[in-house]
């Protein structure tokens, strides 16, 4: 196994558990690993701090697996860690009343790169690192020996891949292709989710206790749901008795998959509007028109995909949010999220402060949403935490 040794005082956050080393931080490499092959992370006197991926591709040269030198990283080390993430899923799945969720969240479950999402009996699954993508073999068998799915589908085309050297991905990996729409459920309510054409994986699972505690507040209200994708929050609070519900999204397929979705679950079409739009274009429509609503959910793409982008996203939650306001009858539920790992919860309070000043209104903070425990943060990892959220009551 090759060395690679760290410039004096760079050991910190390794000794503290944090998974990643920055090219920057090296001082040496002791000959030439491929990408993707397990090297040993030495300090500047050589003492032995752990076990890692290497990429010389990527601005995260190394990526931490194992901190103990007498654990070996071999496919048994792999086949555990797989085991244990699975495992700690077991009892989201346990009343049958959700049968997806995800299963694996790369170094928030201590395998970085690999994110695998659990779509009824389909597997979805991104690879994000040339290390992980080598020890696939071995995670597809285990995968295979713990679940049978029907089908692991590759779905990797993030851009996270190409900083690594990585091609996008989008194949079959094991089983039989999956069908265009894959049935399942979550709280009680049917998705058909596309997984070879769909965003992101297929679904967002990490919005599911949200989707669920929001619609608590739905019964007889009418309420618009913004980048609504197919449907999350639309259904759970049509299925709690809401009023009226107006979804927006700019996607076809979402939209599309949303309205089909409507008919899975036999809700009242007749209490159901999609608007295939922009929401910032719709939002001011709405405005022009003089049309309020009960709630209104905000759960936009990731503004800020790093720290520096965060004062231009700031202004744009801030857009965003002052409208949403405005559009809200006196009393009524702003849930507003936001993506951006670099965003933290009190930033977002504070946007969401100045969006209530330029917007005239006053907020009171009623309940916080945060990522669901099957995308679990680990402590010495606190990049692993992206999704927050607030509910806002508006007057
Ligand atoms: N709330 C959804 C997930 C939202 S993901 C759920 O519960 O499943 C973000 C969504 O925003 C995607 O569906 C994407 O198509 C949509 N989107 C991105 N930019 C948009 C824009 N400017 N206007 C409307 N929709 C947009």
């Known amino acids: 196994m090759i060395d690679v040794v760290l410039k004096k005082g ?211 209200k009418t309420m618009l749901d913004c980048f609504s994708y197919t449907g999350g929050f639309t259904l759970n609070a049509l299925k709690n008795g809401a009023a009226l519900v107006t979804s927006v999204d700019s996607s076809a397929l979402a939209i599309e ?20 739009s922009d929401v910032n274009a719709q939002l001011r429509k709405f405005k022009e028109s003089g049309d309020k609503f009960d709630i209104i959910v905000l759960d936009p793409p990731k503004y800020a995909p790093s720290r520096s982008a965060l004062d231009r996203a700031s202004r744009a939650y801030k857009d965003l949010n002052r409208i949403g306001m405005q559009l809200l009858n006196s009393g009524g539920l702003l849930a507003t999220f936001s993506c951006s790992g670099a965003m933290d919860m009190e930033t977002f309070k504070q946007v969401l402060a100045w969006a209530a000043l330029d917007a005239g209104k006053q907020v009171q903070f009623i309940n916080q949403f945060n990522q669901p425990e099957d995308h679990p943060v680990r402590s010495s990892f606190p990049e692993g935490e992206y999704l927050k959220g607030l509910l806002c009551r508006v007057w």
């Open 10 to 220: 760079k050991e910190k956050a390794v000794l503290q558990k944090h998974p990643w080393v920055f090219s920057g931080a090296i001082e040496h490499v002791k000959g030439k690993p491929a990408n993707g092959d397990i090297i040993r992370l030495l300090d500047g006197k050589k003492q032995f701090l752990g076990y890692g991926f290497y990429n010389d591709q990527s601005r995260v040269a190394v990526r931490l697996l194992e901190w103990n030198e007498d654990t070996a990283v071999n496919e048994d080390w792999f086949r555990q860690k797989v085991r244990t993430a699975v495992a700690g899923r077991a009892h989201i799945l346990e009343d049958g009343s959700t049968d997806t969720c995800r299963l694996i969240f790369s170094e928030a479950d201590y395998l970085p790169g690999l994110i695998v999402d659990k779509y009824a009996d389909h597997l979805s699954v991104q690879v994000l690192t040339s290390g992980m993508q080598n020890a696939m073999p071995v995670i597809i068998d285990e995968l295979n020996a713990l679940l049978k799915p029907t089908s692991i589908f590759d779905k990797s085309d993030a851009t996270s891949r190409s900083h690594e050297g990585l091609e996008t991905s989008n194949v079959l990996l094991a089983g039989t292709h999956p069908p265009e729409l894959v049935m399942v459920k979550e709280n009680g309510i049917t998705y058909g989710i596309n997984i070879a054409e769909g965003q992101k994986s297929g679904f967002y699972c990490d919005q599911r206790d949200n989707r669920r505690l929001l619609a608590a507040y739905a019964k007889g």
């Open 257 to 276: 998959t949303l309205q089909e979705n409507i008919r899975l679950n036999s809700l009242d079409s007749a209490k159901h509007t999609a608007i295939k």
